[in-house]
């Protein structure tokens, strides 16, 4: 339980990823960031905090925060589905936190012909932003699981 | 070889040697020991099986500890029953071990093995701290040398208690050396070679054998080049009693430490006088307080003190005549080491006086006097009882180890040293942690309601075995983090010394309940609030001794600290006996600040709670110690930070009452379980008065807005819980359909509405994100017994406003 994550590799760098759907997008974030993957249970909502806070479940005994990526790139929330899960990050020596997520994909192998310098979007919510993956004709979003934390 | 020169031999390796070289002399030491003795063949197969299991890369301290520890308990058994050369023919058991115990020929009657083997335990570990300092000398400085000769005269005390006058002899020699030198590099040599000696000998003069020869010249050695060196400090050992002021800083820098332990002494030598008038000579507490007048006396010989170290010495030898024959204490004598007592106390106060002066008087009025008398109880005495330390070993020691026995079935509450060892926090940690998650998941098990439907009488019976099991292991496990604050109180007792002398009041302290435990954590954290409090007492509490007297009062102060558990919490009371706190000037600085409204009547509780603002302060004058009057809020915040609340209680011209309640442990809390709008939440029972279903009459709504709930007379505000927090709650629409929980918050008391109460659970408090909390409502998330996540509300911050003292008003201040 106590074990440390060894340092994350930057996101946005060569290396694997876990992918997972948002809506229709896929979104990734390095896999060495993932501590596990857990199954939706009930979360208990924090009485006010930020509005993307889902809640805080119990995590073998833990208090482990919940939050909405979705709600937090101020889209609507992430809808219950069999195909819902809690993915468990940990960027670097930080608190573990789960992010919940509409599915999980896979895990993908970036090589650095994959990666694709970003365009500017001039967009909100772009600090999530590490870089593109470009795969099978596919596009995923790699995100910064220490940015998704900070409040 | 014997057991003992093994012993030696594996003793002196250890710091150094490989661990196959440890592995092999390890063996050795395993063959010969002899198979009868079970005990010492257990701990000699023991070490051998430590050495096999550690590699070469292993920590190389852990791996030390370790053998230490195994080594001590050898040299302990050899002393329970001496042992000579493995023989073909093992040496027949005539009884068990225990019974045969006998102190080694030679050795003064009243040591015992259990004696020796904590000296033998004290100079490996003293030894082995002067070799680490040997090899980096040139580094030492002065302040190293200081600890150095500490610790070498610590090692001469301890030889010279158990009766070994040949390594007393050279410690001091080396003491002298060191002292001497222009440099501890110097002496390196020779400290070095007088350690390899040491622990050669040591384990053979423990088992009564002769020691290994090489002292004489050893002695030699360190005299001869104490000679050509002509130390530019002489130690003359005072002949007469006089006290030299002493005038090197060196010296006066080590007077500081030198009042700390004598004091600790002082205390500790009255608790054991005091036990003595009430319960009777007991041999144990005459032996404890013959060591701490020996070591009074060590201290003061090592300072030139001469008439303390006299006194110090008439004192003890008082107390060895006791040893021998506890008759020999008798009302009178016990008086004399009383007021033996107070005099050393006054001695050290004026030398200490003298010493911060530069210069002055170091006669104390009837020093001399109560000297000769002590010295005169012994003359008188002497025909009777002849001193008889080196009793033959025969008859003596079965005597008096039985009657040690008898002296422990007698008296259990005597202070017993608790064998300890060191563990790495964090490992604690881990553990209780571990320990939580596992009354967590068996509370979810016991409770999982498929299970208990499907069980039977016997798996159930079972289950409530493992409950109990599982809840004493956690007890256990808060148990480990417990310290008891006697090392806070004690710090006090030196505090209220130097505050005494500074503020020119007389002021003593006395301390209860120093055994009472609590976690370490907040231990730690408790030392400045009492500072804080205790400078505020002697400060602004105590009067000068004039007004006191004038008043009626004992000159001298008496300020008491005291701990005592009350529920699930440890209550710390700290009173003294001054001119109590002025309401009125309190209230007229409070009005003066703008911290309240003049036209309101404010209750005594009210009033005492201002000095809790920050930077409030009645004190007429600014003085050295107690600064701005700063401090009461910083006390009051760090009791609310460990969850604890702080009374007062105050009587003017009689005193002032501080009374902290504390949580015994910041990991698990006494909770109420609440239910707002669906959901549950705990709040510390700690900071729970009362809770109650509201009646229409009790509840007032200004204006459709502000509650307030009449209990009994009192109108305090009612909070709405499931408002503040932003939730559908059904007692916000109708508080008669809810419950009211009356808090004691940090801004005096209010009611708590919620929609209903479930009962009261002790709960493990788990940290919460930070990004949680942004308004600090929670102070933690604790698992409940189904495995949801229930937040822990923080009284605090559950009422923002303030009712009389303007909030703008207090952080301008």
Redesign the interface.
């Known amino acids: 339980?106590?074990a440390t994550v060894p340092s994350v590799e930057t996101s946005g760098a060569p290396g694997r990823y876990l992918t997972f759907r948002l809506d229709r997008e896929v979104y990734g974030v390095p896999i060495l960031a993932v501590r596990e993957i857990i199954e939706l249970q009930?979360i208990?909502?924090?009485?006010?905090?930020?509005h993307w806070?889902r809640?805080?479940?119990?995590l073998?005994?833990?208090?482990l925060?919940v939050l909405d990526p979705k709600l937090r790139f101020g889209l609507s929330p992430v809808e219950p589905s069999e195909l819902t899960v809690i993915v468990v990050l940990q960027a670097d020596d930080s608190?573990p936190?789960g992010v919940l997520v509409d599915e999980v994909l896979e895990v993908l192998r970036l090589e650095p012909s994959h990666l694709a310098d970003a365009p500017t979007m001039n967009c909100d919510h772009e600090e999530f932003l590490a870089g593109f993956g470009k795969v099978r004709d596919g596009l995923v979003f790699l995100l910064d699981p220490a940015a998704l934390?900070?409040? | 070889m014997s057991v003992a020169q093994l012993l030696a031999e594996m003793t002196a390796l250890l710091a150094h040697a490989s661990p196959a070289v440890l592995r092999e002399a390890a063996g050795r030491l395993r063959a010969a020991v002899p198979p009868d003795n079970i005990d010492l063949a257990a701990m000699a197969e023991g070490i051998v099986c430590v050495l096999e299991i550690y590699g070469d890369d292993t920590d190389r301290e852990l791996l030390v500890t370790q053998l230490q520890g195994d080594l001590s308990s050898i040299a302990y058994l050899l002393t329970q029953a001496p042992v000579s050369e493995p023989t073909p023919a093992p040496v027949p058991v005539v009884a068990p071990a225990r019974t045969t115990a006998a102190a080694p020929a030679g050795l003064p009657a009243w040591v015992d093995p259990a004696m020796l083997a904590e000296f033998y335990d004290g100079q490996l570990h003293g030894l082995t701290e002067v070799e680490e300092m040997m090899l980096d000398a040139a580094s030492l400085g002065e302040a190293g040398r200081n600890k150095l000769a500490r610790i070498l005269h610590t090692l001469k005390g301890e030889s010279a208690t158990v009766g070994f006058a040949g390594l007393e002899e050279l410690y001091h020699a080396l003491e002298d050396r060191l002292l001497a030198a222009p440099s501890p590099v110097e002496v390196v040599d020779d400290a070095l070679a007088l350690k390899d000696w040491v622990l050669r000998a040591v384990p053979a003069l423990i088992t009564g054998e002769s020691a290994p020869p090489g002292r004489e010249e050893l002695l030699e050695r360190l005299r001869a080049t104490e000679a050509p060196a002509p130390p530019p400090v002489p130690l003359p050992i005072p002949t007469a009693a006089k006290n030299v002021l002493p005038s090197d800083p060196e010296a006066i820098a080590m007077f500081g430490e030198f009042f700390d332990e004598a004091a600790e002494s002082l205390i500790q030598a009255d608790e054991l006088l005091v036990s003595i008038e009430a319960g009777g000579v007991e041999a144990s507490s005459v032996d404890a307080l013959f060591r701490t007048f020996h070591t009074l006396k060590g201290l003061a010989g090592f300072l030139e003190l001469g008439s303390i170290q006299a006194l110090a010495h008439a004192v003890e030898a008082l107390l060895d005549d006791a040893r021998n024959d506890p008759s020999t204490l008798s009302a009178a004598r016990l008086d004399l080491i009383l007021r033996a007592t107070n005099m050393v106390r006054s001695a050290l106060h004026a030398t200490r006086e003298a010493v911060a002066a530069g210069s002055g008087d170091l006669v104390v009025p009837g020093f001399d006097a109560l000297l000769q008398k002590v010295l005169e109880a012994r003359r008188r005495a002497s025909v009777a009882p002849p001193p008889v330390r080196f009793a033959a070993p025969v008859a003596a020691p079965s005597a008096s180890s039985e009657e040690r026995e008898d002296d422990e079935e007698r008296k259990p509450n005597l202070a017993v040293v608790r064998e300890t060892i060191k563990v790495d926090l964090t490992r604690v940690d881990?553990l209780v942690?571990?320990i939580?998650?596992l009354v967590?998941?068996e509370a979810m098990v016991n409770n999982a309601a498929d299970l208990r439907s499907q069980i039977g009488h016997r798996t159930r019976h079972q289950l409530a075995q493992l409950s109990k099991i599982v809840r004493d292991l956690q007890r256990q496990g808060l148990a480990l983090r417990m310290v008891p604050l006697r090392g806070v109180f004690q710090k006090m007792s030196r505090l209220v010394r130097d505050l005494s002398r500074r503020s020119g009041k007389s002021i003593q302290l006395e301390l209860s309940g120093q055994d009472a435990e609590m976690d370490r954590s907040l231990a730690e954290r408790l030392g400045d609030p009492l500072v804080h409090m205790m400078r505020n007492a002697a400060d602004h509490g105590i009067e000068p001794s004039d007004q006191r007297v004038a008043a009626g009062k004992p000159p001298m102060a008496t300020i008491r600290l005291s701990a005592y558990h009350e529920g699930g919490n440890i209550i710390i009371e700290l009173s003294d006996d001054g001119r109590g706190l002025n309401r009125d000037a309190i209230v007229k600085k409070a009005i003066e600040r703008g911290l309240i409204d003049p036209s309101i009547q404010l209750s005594d509780p009210e009033a005492w709670e201002l000095i809790f603002a920050p930077g409030f302060s009645t004190a007429a004058a600014v003085t050295e110690i107690s600064g701005r009057g700063v401090g009461m809020d910083v006390v009051k915040r760090t009791v609310e930070e460990l969850r604890g609340r702080i009374q007062i209680q105050s009587v003017i011209g009689k005193g002032t009452t501080f009374r902290l309640v504390l949580p015994l442990t910041l990991a698990i809390i006494d909770g109420m379980l609440m239910v707002v709008g669906g959901?549950r939440y705990v709040l510390p029972t700690l900071s729970i008065l009362e809770s109650m279903k509201p009646l229409p009459s009790q509840l007032h709504r200004f204006a459709g807005g502000g509650r307030i709930i009449d209990v009994r007379g009192d109108q305090l505000p009612l909070v709405d819980l499931g408002g503040l927090?932003?939730?559908p709650s059904s007692a916000s629409d109708d508080p008669t359909a809810g419950f009211v929980v009356v808090v004691d918050g940090l801004r005096g008391r209010f009611g708590l509405l919620v929609d209903d109460l479930i009962g009261q659970q002790q709960v493990v408090i788990?940290?919460?994100?930070a990004?949680?909390?942004?308004?600090g409502?929670?102070s933690?998330?604790a698992?409940l017994s189904d495995?949801?996540?229930?937040?822990i509300l923080n009284p605090t911050a559950l009422r923002v406003d303030e009712p009389r003292v303007r909030r703008g008003a207090l952080e301008a201040s």
Do not use: A, C, W, Y
């Open positions: 339980m106590n009930e208990s909502p924090v009485p006010r905090s930020s806070v809640g805080v479940v119990n073998r005994g833990r208090v925060p608190k936190f934390r900070v409040s | 881990s942690e571990t939580g998650e967590i998941v959901r927090l932003g939730v788990k940290h919460i994100d990004t949680l909390n942004s308004e409502l929670f933690g998330g698992i495995g949801q996540v229930g937040l």
